[in-house]
């Protein structure tokens, strides 16, 4: 059992987290900068999570009876927490792609539980009702509060497991992708997928205990999940933000002409191959390129064509490769369109697979970090 003063502090944290939901999901849904599907959904997503909790919220702390919330305020936002949650999930990893249309199904149970509690409400108000119908009224409380929280907690385990099926197989097919497709790093989704797998699979333990005893403490699962919930807001609208900026910027380079930087006096024919793949055809832009998909397309050794870069421009493929991304970093730190816009997403459209690796090499080969680049011209 915990004390006053625990479940004090428990419901100042929630309410905090409930007031930054709102406040958070509002900005994004109405901020012009995020505008997109995937922001769609997370901003409802982030309503509908705070919206739940606030009711959760108002019951627990007595500022609101359980009748009273039943009767008059009650709407099952949690029911639409798991087909918002797969709804951004699928924007994100594929935002050309549009939802298939029988997935709006997972929507019905939210409809349901909607007018189920709408028509409760109803009856509550024109009664007072006898009989079996006065039995059935008694009955939806307690069904909503516990038989319902835990349809509930299982439908949002099954479409956490759905997300992460779709994260795993996004990393299988993005091995195929090339520099016209803004391939999505994963990791940080799956990594609060799991957590948030792990919270579900303990509000079904604990929803079974709060079944048989209702004095089981909910509070610090309520937390963990809305801080779980809210970091994949925050750490989406950073990601959509990125994703957004790399779609600009890949309109803008486009239209640059590919750099050189190997002497035209080089004659050789496999360098010459080389040239074609990397610089016209501008191979430096994607973060997987290696020596030994060059090898492979030029039909040479590893060890042999590391040898005639070596030899015949005086330096190695990775070399060769990073001064060429960072050339087109330049470019892009030197546009004025550009100038809000994260070092993040100017790295990746550069080719560097991450912003330290793109620091290190742009630092390697101008003496200059890529904000004090910004900073002086």
């Not at 004390?3 to 900005?27: D, E, H, K, P, T």
């Amino acid at each position: 059992m915990a004390n006053n003063l625990q479940i004090g502090i428990y419901n100042a944290i929630l309410l905090a987290g409930v007031i930054q939901g709102v406040l958070f999901g509002v900005f994004i849904l109405t901020s012009k900068k995020y505008k997109s599907k995937s922001s769609f959904y997370l901003g409802w997503l982030l309503l509908s999570f705070a919206f739940a909790n606030l009711q959760y919220s108002l019951e627990e702390t007595e500022v609101i009876s359980t009748d009273f919330l039943f009767k008059v305020i009650h709407i099952p936002w949690s029911v639409l927490i798991p087909p918002l949650l797969l709804f951004y999930g699928l924007a994100f990893l594929y935002p050309k792609r549009k939802i298939k249309p029988q997935l709006k199904l997972l929507f019905v149970p939210f409809v349901l539980m909607f007018l189920i509690s709408t028509a409760y409400k109803i009856l509550e108000f024109l009664g007072p009702w006898e009989g079996s119908i006065s039995e059935i009224l008694n009955v939806v409380p307690d069904y909503g509060d516990t038989y319902g929280d835990f349809a509930t907690t299982v439908f949002f385990l099954v479409i956490i497991i759905v997300l992460i099926n779709k994260c795993f197989n996004y990393k299988t097919e993005s091995k195929k992708h090339s520099v016209k497709i803004i391939p999505i790093k994963t990791t940080w989704l799956k990594v609060l997928l799991f957590i948030l797998l792990g919270l579900n699979l303990l509000w079904i333990f604990y929803t079974y205990l709060y079944a048989i005893d209702h004095n089981t403490i909910l509070y610090p699962l309520y937390i963990a999940t809305s801080i779980t919930i809210y970091c994949l807001g925050y750490i989406g609208i950073y990601k959509i933000g990125i994703f957004k900026e790399r779609q600009k910027i890949r309109g803008f380079r486009n239209e640059i002409k590919p750099y050189s930087i190997v002497e035209k006096s080089i004659k050789n024919s496999h360098i010459c191959e080389l040239q074609k793949i990397v610089e016209e055809n501008k191979g430096y832009l994607d973060s997987s390129l290696s020596l030994e998909k060059i090898s492979e397309e030029l039909q040479l050794s590893n060890g042999h064509l590391s040898r005639i870069i070596n030899s015949e421009m005086s330096m190695g493929f990775s070399e060769y490769i990073n001064r060429l991304r960072v050339e087109e970093a330049k470019t892009y730190l030197l546009n004025p369109e550009f100038e809000n816009y994260t070092l993040v997403a100017i790295g990746l459209e550069a080719g560097f697979n991450s912003k330290s690796a793109f620091h290190a090499c742009f630092k390697k080969y101008t003496g200059l970090t890529p904000l004090q680049f910004k900073k002086e011209q």
